[in-house]
């Protein structure tokens, strides 16, 4: 059993930041890529950023220059820093992992449970 764990959501000003972490737990092996995503209600969930465990990364256009993913592969954590957020950036906030666990099981694509982002004009 694995778990993906988001945290950092909250309620900021247009122009601010936020930074949210998403923690692995339970039964890991290994972690291939990461990334983040976000869906407002009655939308689609679409790509935030993603890293490859070697650190390359990808991001979407909307965000590049503003948002840096990163990641702690001994923690088995994932990051997303958001800077100068954009009233269109309020969402639901997922972090998403390929995780291979101690048992041999591949959990392709797995979901954390979300954080909420906030921005205020």
């Known amino acids: 059993q694995v778990q993906l764990v988001e945290s950092g959501g909250g309620l900021v000003q247009a122009g601010g930041s936020l930074r949210l972490s998403c923690a692995a737990s339970?039964?890991?092996?290994?972690?291939?890529?990461m990334g983040w995503y976000r869906q407002v209600s009655g939308q689609q969930r679409e790509l935030v950023a993603t890293?490859?465990?070697?650190?390359?990364?990808n991001y979407a256009d909307s965000v590049k220059g503003r948002f840096t993913i990163s990641r702690d592969n001994a923690k088995n954590t994932v990051y997303l820093q958001m800077n100068s957020l954009k009233p269109e950036d309020p969402a639901d906030y997922y972090c998403?992992?390929?995780?291979?666990?101690?048992?041999?099981?591949?959990?392709?694509?797995?979901w954390g449970q979300g954080t909420r982002v906030t921005v205020t004009s």
């Open positions: 998403n992992a390929d995780i291979t666990s101690t048992y041999g099981v591949y959990y392709r694509a797995y």
């Open positions: 339970g039964s890991i092996f290994s972690i291939d890529n």
């Open positions: 890293i490859m465990r070697t650190g390359i990364t």
